[in-house]
């Protein structure tokens, strides 16, 4: 494993560890925070995504079905400690892995794409 791999694993389990703790948090304790409820799914599960597409884009072929099922983990127990579970929730994760993976697979290229042009010149 590289350094990249290391990071992009260990930034990735802090996040989930933070999405987490929030997400089965009770609701009482939590403050509130401007936006919809699905804009956090995606914007949390899409920065769930990122460290790897970053850092060490194969391991997204772990991730994101890891993610995938931590998320719908997540909705199986949110009734347990007084949340809601809901489709949409989920469908929300998946909207933000997508993305997430995106995004970081396009700034990746583009990244390495000015590195080619800085050699060539």
């Given at each position: 494993m590289t350094l990249r791999d290391i990071s992009?694993?260990?930034l990735t389990v802090l996040i989930a560890l933070g999405i987490g703790a929030v997400t089965l948090a009770p609701?009482?304790?939590l403050p509130s925070v401007p936006g919809s409820d699905k804009m956090h799914h995606v914007l949390a599960f899409a920065l769930l995504a990122l460290p790897a597409a970053l850092l060490?884009?194969?391991m997204l072929w772990a991730v994101v079905p890891l993610a995938a099922a931590f998320g719908a983990g997540i909705e199986v127990v949110q009734p347990f400690v007084g949340r809601s579970a809901e489709l949409a929730d989920w469908m929300a994760d998946m909207a933000g892995l997508a993305g997430g993976a995106s995004l970081g697979l396009i700034v990746r290229a583009m990244r390495q794409l000015q590195r080619q042009r800085a050699i060539n010149f």
């Open positions: 992009a694993l260990l609701p009482a304790g060490s884009p194969r």
